[in-house]
């Protein structure tokens, strides 16, 4: 029984992506990786710039179709359906509040409150629908002012102190 998109090619299931850049494209290889890893069937997963292309077959089958492939050939529909609808960034910044006198400074004591919005709404001007900028709890960071993470990269940030220069950091989330 065919898997819907993908074609079944010389013993084997295959389905192409096309995507704006390669960085995407690698993302989402290596997400394919983890998950061949949890279904212990390993595909061949190609990728360059704009272009990403699975097989999957059973070697040990005589590399023909088997419900292995299908299986993984659906959970690989799976994920790329929510990769299309999740965020391609998320910024997470720190708006932990320590009690006043505290040993550690914190970063909301820090206007981290201000900062993020100011970054939030200066991503939303620029039209990144697909980076999400969010408040976190403590990040430990602490003693060098606001922070914040953007992922995937795991990019450390120290904001600005004041709101203009935070809502530039929005030109680094492209």
Same mark, same amino acid.
């Given at each position: ?23 995407? !494209? !690698?993302? %989402? $290889? ?8 949890? +279904?212990?069937? +390993? ?29 993984? !050939? ?6 790329? $359906? ?6 391609? &960034? +998320? ?15 914190? %970063?909301?004591?820090?206007?981290? *409150?201000?900062? /993020?919005?100011?970054? &939030?709404?200066?991503?939303?001007? /620029? ?14 960071? %602490? ?14 940030? *120290? ?5 203009? $220069?935070?809502? $530039?950091?929005?030109? +680094?989330?492209?």
């Amino acid at each position: 029984m065919p898997v819907s998109g993908w074609d079944e090619v010389d013993g084997g299931l295959e389905r192409s992506w096309s995507f704006d850049d390669m960085a995407e !494209a !690698a993302r %989402c $290889a290596q997400r394919i990786a983890v998950l061949c890893d949890e +279904h212990d069937h +390993h595909a061949d997963v190609t990728f360059g710039w704009g272009h990403l292309k699975v097989r999957t077959t059973t070697h040990d089958a005589g590399h023909t179709v088997t419900g292995k492939d299908r299986a993984l !050939a659906e959970a690989v529909d799976a994920l790329m $359906a929510e990769a299309s609808t999740s965020f391609r &960034k +998320h910024v997470f910044v720190c708006l932990h509040e320590r009690p006043e006198g505290a040993q550690r400074p914190s %970063c909301g004591r820090r206007g981290s *409150t201000e900062l /993020m919005m100011a970054l &939030k709404r200066s991503a939303k001007a /620029m039209g990144l629908g697909d980076v999400r900028v969010q408040k976190s709890g403590c990040l430990d960071r %602490c003693e060098e002012g606001p922070s914040a993470v953007v992922y995937p990269e795991a990019t450390w940030w *120290t904001l600005p102190d004041d709101v203009e $220069a935070a809502a $530039a950091l929005a030109e +680094h989330l492209r």
